[in-house]
């Protein structure tokens, strides 16, 4: 049963950058997308971008300046790291496995928070 | 505001029929690409509820049911029962934006 295991920092101050990562267990890293998806407190779901094991990555139009998600196929790993964070960035931020364009497994959820 | 339109709420006594509407258009449902369901229960991460229109994943109960027509998609449970209770989204992709959109989210309150 494959299981995602995400971590990273879940406070920071206004311009820091953020970064998480989710390591993949129990299954395949090649033939799938890779999701960053987040939720603002008491808000609904934004999917951020996406990666395959080849390193090929989409990103949403209103986060691309500042998104980077990349992947370690040695370790089944893959990480986001978005910049110049504010508060607007304070949310819940989730990994998800993609799979013709849903998402059938998630890790639990960071929440991290931006400070001013 | 989401891309994809849903009621923020609804309503139902238990042992009763409710089902959820998500709205699109012509660059995401409209076009044709698949309408996924998910359930969040409060304080977890989402879970696939609905796959490709109409697929119930492994372990999923036959009360719920999914469809999709034009450019919307709706969401039916039946036989509604407590642990119903939970935020449910609906998500499609987008070809204007070129990725993944989710609805704004429906919060089921099962009375």
């Known amino acids: 049963q494959v299981q995602l295991q995400q971590w990273g920092a879940g406070l920071l101050k206004a311009s820091e950058t953020l970064s998480l990562t989710c390591a993949v267990y129990g299954g395949s890293f090649s033939g799938y997308y890779w999701s960053w998806i987040r939720q603002p407190p008491g808000k609904g779901l934004e999917w951020i971008g996406e990666?395959?094991?080849?390193?090929?990555?989409n990103y949403i139009p209103s986060l691309k300046s500042r998104v980077t998600i990349s992947v370690d196929t040695s370790q089944n790993q893959f990480s986001l790291r978005l910049t110049s964070v504010t508060a607007s960035d304070t949310a819940v931020y989730y990994c998800?496995?993609?799979?013709?364009?849903?998402?059938?497994?998630w890790g639990r959820g960071t929440l991290v928070t931006v400070s001013s | 505001q989401s891309v994809l339109t849903q009621p923020p709420s609804v309503s139902e006594a238990p042992g009763q029929r409710v089902t959820i509407s998500c709205t699109g258009s012509?660059?995401?449902?409209?076009?044709?690409?698949?309408v996924h369901w998910y359930q969040q229960l409060p304080g977890t991460a989402p879970k696939l509820l609905i796959s490709?229109?109409?697929n119930r994943p492994s372990g999923v109960p036959d009360r719920f049911s999914g469809s999709r027509s034009g450019t919307s998609a709706s969401l039916t449970i039946t036989g509604l029962q407590a642990e119903d209770e939970a935020d449910y989204y609906c998500q499609s992709y987008d070809s204007r934006l070129r990725g993944v959109v989710f609805g704004g989210g429906t919060k089921l309150t099962v009375l």
């Open positions: 998800a496995r993609g799979y013709y364009w849903h998402f059938d497994v």
């Open positions: 990666i395959n094991h080849s390193g090929s990555t």
């Open positions: 490709a229109n109409t």
């Open positions: 012509s660059s995401n449902i409209g076009t044709g690409y698949d």
